[in-house]
């Protein structure tokens, strides 16, 4: 498995220190039996990160943590940088992606957000991706997004639709009209329910900026 860091803006010295020091203080109190072959990681912590909350883990924490943890060890710049956290996340991967399935919505774009980072390079975003883009294709097939609004979630269509924008796995020519028409549907219902999330995932939506890689790099070029 490849380890190449994507490629990101760099960030202040300051947060970078914290971020490091961040994920250095949690990752042991998420993430247990580090010096096997399988370790595995729990989904919360208690507040004083003394006892697993919830101990099972999600779909895709080791692809999160993986993901977050390469994006710090790019600005830093230097591969020794959270090298032990992405080696027990990198394990948790490879453990993990063959087997990936989800029929969510919300699961299947993160899943293509995740993945774009690391593009065809690495096998697990190559499969992550294609799986992503082939069951979502298969629940519009379905009718899944055209269900009447009770039964649908505003903001888990909008984790698949900012997903589709930011994975090239997902045809354009096709998705680009369907995430226009989940938009215009939305748009008079944006606060019938979960209006603390609703909104804030549309907006992301209609512009995903810089939760696409490269995205600042390309502003900073072109000014």
Known sequence: MSNSPPLIVSATVRSFKTAVQLAQSVHPRFVFRRETDNPRMIWKASIDLSRPAVPSQGNLDAYD????????????????????EIADMRKMVEKR?????????????????????????????????????????????????????????????????????????????????????????????LYTRDRDITPV???????????RKGYIVDLQQMS
Do not use: K
Request: aromatic letters at 14%; hydrophobic letters at 40%; a negative charge.
């Open 65 to 84: 943590g993986y993901v977050t943890y390469l994006i710090v060890q790019a600005v830093a710049g230097n591969r020794d940088v959270l090298s032990g």
């Open 97 to 189: 992606y063959q087997s990936y399935h989800s029929d969510d919505p919300l699961d299947l774009g993160e899943a293509l957000w995740l993945a774009h980072w690391s593009g065809d390079r690495e096998a697990w975003s190559r499969t992550i991706s294609s799986r992503s883009v082939q069951t979502l294709e298969q629940l519009w097939q379905l009718g899944y997004f055209r269900q009447p609004a009770p039964l649908r979630l505003a903001f888990r269509e909008f984790g698949a639709t900012i997903g589709v924008q930011v994975n090239p796995a997902a045809p354009r020519e096709v998705w680009e009209p369907r995430v226009a028409e989940l938009h215009a549907f939305w748009l008079e219902r």
């Open 201 to 211: 995932m549309f907006c992301t939506s209609l512009n995903p900026g810089v939760f």
